[in-house]
């Protein structure tokens, strides 16, 4: 009687480190479209894990974007920027961009005012947060959601 032939050693370890590897590649080439708890990850990675609380920002950018490309932002903070009482960052996040974070500012009580203004890219209408960290410790936010009819930022442009 003749007993059924296994395959070597080898090839099985090649099947399960082919399997780790599309594993480790599909974590690392995740699509554009991330789970929309990412967003709340990278305010958490921010704050690390403090509490934010709405109000006191202001985030200001269009409700409904032409063109992705070039989207301009305003984020201002209510605050005296005092030595006792500024903001000490500002930063910016996005929810459907490859990256959730779009901008970072570094303030202080002599910035004087507590406004930042740049240019962003948008993949496609998503929502943005800005956080205000002030000097007391504490994160303020505010959430606006986006309409882009052109997007950018899209993963395998040419």
């Keep these: 009687m003749t007993q059924p032939m296994h395959p070597p050693a080898l090839p099985r370890r090649r099947r399960i480190l082919a399997g780790a590897t599309g594993l480790a590649m599909g974590v690392l080439l995740r699509p554009a479209s ?26 200001d950018i269009a409700e409904l974007v032409d063109n992705g490309n070039v989207v301009p932002i305003t984020v201002t903070v209510d605050s005296p920027m005092t030595a ?17 974070d779009v901008a970072r500012f570094t303030l202080g009580p002599r910035a004087g005012k507590a406004s930042v203004s740049t240019r962003i890219r948008l993949a496609t209408s998503q929502q943005l947060v800005a956080v205000a960290q002030m000097s007391d410790g504490s994160y ?13 930022c899209i993963e395998g442009e040419p």
């Design 34 to 59: 991330a789970a929309a708890g990412d967003l709340a990850v990278a305010v958490a990675a921010y704050t690390r894990g403090a509490p934010v609380r709405a109000g006191k920002v202001k985030l």
């Design 84 to 100: 006792a009482d500024h903001v000490k960052s500002i930063a910016v996040f996005n929810e459907k961009n490859p990256q959730r």
């Design 140 to 152: 303020w936010s505010h959430t606006v959601n986006v309409i882009v009819t052109l997007a950018a």
